[in-house]
Every structure is written in structure tokens, then in C-alpha cells.
């Protein structure tokens, strides 16, 4: 038998009671006994060594998202290898336009998670129990908001974005039929927002598991044995969307914790829907407006034709897997030092942000030179060995967007560190200037003078790198002034 500590949030005290070593760390409420749920339901990540608890919990993310688009790369293989010539084209073409729409709203869900690990530190079961409805009734609206908006204008949009008239129509298809299950999508993501804000990062993983093996299977009987085009995969993708958002909110209707989902205790609750704004929003803009400046990109993309837009679409498609590896830094930064300033630990931030920023240097650039060192072999996988012309773009764009792809990653924990810090407005100002304007200014300048893909990817590697110093030294100041407030307030105490 050994001595675990569980908390009572009424009397904000921790209590010493007996448990076995396979008894789970919970939250329990002293008017009412919670039956355990097998596993971590919740993880207290202000406790322990941190490199080893930011490694525990990095590791599943980074697994959700790598499997997450290994089954989003089926949609792609599958019709660069089966379905029409031009399916390619009009499926990766679409990602910079769906990722438009959507940011906005899965940006939401990083306002709730940062709402939930703060209540969660603090020990806040109230909170808790309104954050969790409140964030998951927003999602239901958003989502359809969202849904509805995509299905109404892409065509518009694709039109906009100068998508050549032998690929609109497949793309418009596979668009509107993909916002169907947007709703759902939005859903999944903000209800593993909550999981990830109480230190649950493995459930997450399971059930997108669930869903891409589920995707994958109806991607294959709907192209080869139905004979369908791009809508066969958009069918399957929402199919798998409907199913992991099934998966995550019978979890939470299930869980016996403060983060349990009661359908009828579904609200708004004006405090937490405020709180779950100041952060979400600022997010949500900057997600949406980032995805502009790649439209915008793509768009310059286009106007070089469906080769280029193959090539670039499944390099992009490769980069991905770089990319959400280093993007779990980020919810890891969001989630960790969201629970230290619930807890009033500030002061551990800074150890915190040094140990994930040299984390996701390390993943971003091994995987990064690695994906460009592979990139011929990697991208005949999606169009296969003879099409060289489109391995030639792809490799194109890996020279200049895979190599220096780590200073991304950066970027990333530095926006997680900040948003967890209460300063999301200012992260999202530093990405608006320093990304998606210098961006714009580039395309209209010095791309419109030298129309070469090598000078309009160098966009990329170039805003990211002044991003990282306008972020670092907001960091550092933000960090110094919560650790100051925080050791006056203690002494007052």
C-alpha cells in the first residue's frame, strides 16, 4: 500500500488517504463517490519531473496526430493511384481552403483546453464541470456554423483561388462533401481539448486510431470496388469523422471525474464561454488568417498548373507528418503551463519553455532533413515512380520547407507558452504581422518580380524565422511578469 494524495476542490485541500499502487490518481467530490475509470482518467502535470512528464505525454500526441494523417494520406495515395488523373490535383488542392474554414473553429478548442487545465490546477471542480459543457455545446454551434459556411461558398472560394477549370468541379465536390462532417470533426477536437487539459492523452489516440483504420477501409471499397472518384474518398473522411466524434463523447458521458459530459446539463456559461473566447478566439483568428496567406500561396501555386499543384500537394502531404510532430510541443506547452498557472506555479514555466522549445528542435530538424533526404522515394509513394515531373515540384518545395521546417516548431511552443500565459491576443498579433503580412508583401513584391516557386517558398522559412524572435522576446517578458505578480501575491498571503 502506498500514500496518494486526492483532492477535495470544496475545502481546495489536499487529503492523504490509502490506496493500492493500481489505484489511479482521480478527483473526487466529498458529496458524492466516483467509480474509477481504468487508467489515467487525469494527470496532475504541476507534480513530478517535468522532461519526463512532458515526454509522457508528448508521445501519444504525437502518435494521434502522425496516425491521423497516415489515414488522411490514404485519401491521396488512393486517388493518385486509382481513381481520375486530374482526383490528385482537386483533392490536395483543397487542404489550404478546408484548413480556412475550419482553423477558426478547432482554434476555439484551444480556448477550451486552456480553460480546463487552468480549473483542473486550481483544483476547481465547478469550473470543471461548466467548462466541459460549456466548451462542447460551443463546439455543436460551431460546428455547424462552420459546416453549413464551407458547403454554401467553396466553390467561390476555389474560384478565387484561380483552381483550373479541368479541377474545380472534382474539388467543389470533394469539398462540399467533406464539410458534412466538419460538425462532427469540430466536436472530437474540442472534447480532446478537454482530455489533453487533464493530463489525458491517450484516449485521444485510441479512438482516432479507430476512426482512420475505419477511413482507410471505406477509402478502399469506395474507389476500387465502387469505382468512385473523389467523392468516395470525402464519404469515407466523414464517415471517419462521424465515428471518432461518437467515440470521444461517449467517453466523456462515461468518465466518473468533473470533466463528465452530461447532455442535459449542456449550457452556456457566460463566465467560461468568456474565459474559453479570450483565448480561443485570438487562436481561431490566427488560424484562419494563417490559412489565408496559404491560400493566397496556393494560389500562386496554381498558376503554375495541375503538375505543380500534384507535386506541391504531395509534398505538403509529407511535410504533415513533420509538422504534428512538432504541433504536439505545442498543446504540450499549452496544456502544461495552463495547469502551473491554475496551480500557481508560474515559476516553473521558464524550465518548461526551455525544455519544449529544445524538444521540438530536435524532432523538427532530424525529421525535417530526413523527410527532404527521402523526399524522391517518398513521393512516388502518392504518384508513383513515373511520374517525374511531379516528383520534381514536390522536391521543390521540400528544399526550402522541409530543411528549415524546425523553426515552425518554435513558433508553435512559443504560441502554446504564450496562450497558457493569459497572452493569446499578443500571439496572435506577433503571427498576424509577422507571418501572414510579411507573407502577402512578399507575394506582391518580390515574388511578382522573380515568379519562380523556389523565391515564393522561401516565404516560408523567412516569416517563420522573425516570428520565433518577435515571440521570444514577448515570452520572456510575459513569463517575468506573471512570476513577479505570483511571488506578490504569495506574500501578501
Known amino acids: 500500500m502506498t500514500a496518494r494524495v486526492r483532492f477535495d476542490f470544496q475545502k481546495n485541500r489536499a487529503n492523504r488517504v490509502k490506496t493500492s499502487k493500481k489505484d489511479n490518481f482521480i478527483i473526487r467530490s466529498p458529496l458524492r463517490a466516483r467509480a474509477r475509470i481504468p487508467g489515467n482518467a487525469t494527470v496532475d502535470l504541476t507534480k513530478g519531473p517535468l522532461f519526463k512528464n512532458i515526454v509522457k505525454f508528448t508521445i501519444p500526441i504525437i502518435f494521434t496526430g ?56 486550481s483544483k476547481d471542480a465547478d469550473g470543471m464541470e461548466q467548462t466541459v459543457h460549456t466548451a462542447m455545446l460551443t463546439s455543436v454551434i460551431g460546428g455547424v456554423a ?8 467553396s466553390k467561390y472560394f476555389l474560384v478565387w483561388m484561380d483552381t483550373p477549370s479541368n479541377v474545380i468541379d472534382q474539388a467543389t465536390l470533394y469539398v462540399r462533401i467533406y464539410f458534412t462532417g466538419v460538425p462532427f470533426s469540430i466536436i472530437y477536437n474540442f472534447g480532446a481539448a478537454v482530455l489533453r487539459a487533464v493530463g489525458d492523452t491517450r484516449r485521444p489516440l485510441l479512438f482516432l486510431v479507430t476512426a482512420g483504420i475505419i477511413n482507410v477501409l471505406f477509402n478502399l471499397a469506395f474507389v476500387l470496388i465502387f469505382g468512385m472518384d473523389v467523392d468516395g474518398v470525402a464519404y469515407a473522411t466523414v464517415i471517419s469523422q462521424v465515428v471518432s466524434c461518437v467515440l470521444v463523447t461517449a467517453y466523456l ?3 466518473k471525474d468533473y470533466h463528465r459530459l ?17 483565448v480561443g478566439l485570438p487562436a481561431g483568428v490566427q488560424g484562419s488568417l494563417f490559412s489565408i496567406s496559404n491560400v493566397i500561396i496556393q494560389s500562386s501555386i496554381n498558376s503554375f498548373g495541375d503538375v505543380a499543384m500534384s507535386g506541391n ?31 500557481k506555479k508560474v515559476y516553473r514555466t521558464g524550465k518548461i519553455a526551455l525544455l519544449c522549445l529544445a524538444c521540438v528542435t530536435v524532432v523538427g530538424g532530424v525529421s525535417g532533413v530526413g523527410a527532404y533526404l527521402m523526399g524522391r522515394p517518398l ?41 497558457g500565459l493569459n497572452r493569446s491576443v499578443e500571439a496572435t498579433f506577433i503571427t498576424l504581422v509577422c507571418v501572414c503580412v510579411l507573407r502577402l508583401v512578399w507575394i506582391y513584391t518580390v ?28 515570452f520572456w517578458a510575459a513569463y517575468a511578469k506573471a512570476k513577479k505578480r505570483e511571488r506578490e501575491e504569495s506574500a501578501e498571503s
Not at 486509382?82 to 490528385?88: H, K, M, N, R
Not at 489550404?96 to 487552468?118: D, E, Q, R, T, Y
Not at 511535410?319 to 491554475?342: D, K, R
Open 313 to 343: 500537394g504531395a509534398a505538403a502531404n509529407i511535410e504533415g507528418f513533420v509538422y504534428i510532430s512538432m504541433n504536439a510541443f505545442h498543446q504540450t506547452a499549452l496544456s502544461f503551463t495552463g495547469q502551473h498557472v491554475g496551480a
Open 253 to 255: 458521458m462515461k468518465v
Open 379 to 419: 513521393i512516388s509513394v502518392y504518384v508513383g515512380d513515373n511520374n517525374t515531373e511531379v516528383i520534381k515540384y514536390g522536391i521543390i518545395r521540400m528544399t526550402y520547407v522541409c530543411v528549415p521546417y524546425f523553426l515552425c516548431g518554435l513558433m508553435d511552443v512559443f504560441s502554446g507558452l504564450l496562450r
Open 447 to 474: 515574388f511578382a518580380e522573380n515568379h519562380t516557386l523556389p523565391v515564393l517558398y522561401f516565404s516560408y522559412p523567412l516569416s517563420w524565422g522573425i516570428c520565433v524572435l518577435a515571440q521570444a522576446g514577448m
Open 146 to 153: 462552420v459546416g453549413v459556411s464551407g458547403f454554401i461558398f
Open 262 to 278: 452530461d447532455i442535459k446539463k449542456l449550457r452556456i456559461v457566460k463566465d467560461k464561454f468568456t474565459q474559453i473566447l479570450i
Open 66 to 121: 502522425i496516425l491521423q494523417l497516415f489515414f488522411n494520406a490514404a485519401d491521396i495515395v488512393v486517388v493518385g493511384r486509382f481513381a481520375s488523373e486530374t482526383a490528385l490535383a482537386a483533392v490536395t488542392s483543397t487542404g489550404a481552403l478546408i484548413n480556412l474554414i475550419v482553423n477558426f473553429a478547432i482554434g476555439l478548442s484551444v480556448g477550451a483546453g486552456v480553460c480546463m487545465a487552468k480549473c483542473f490546477g
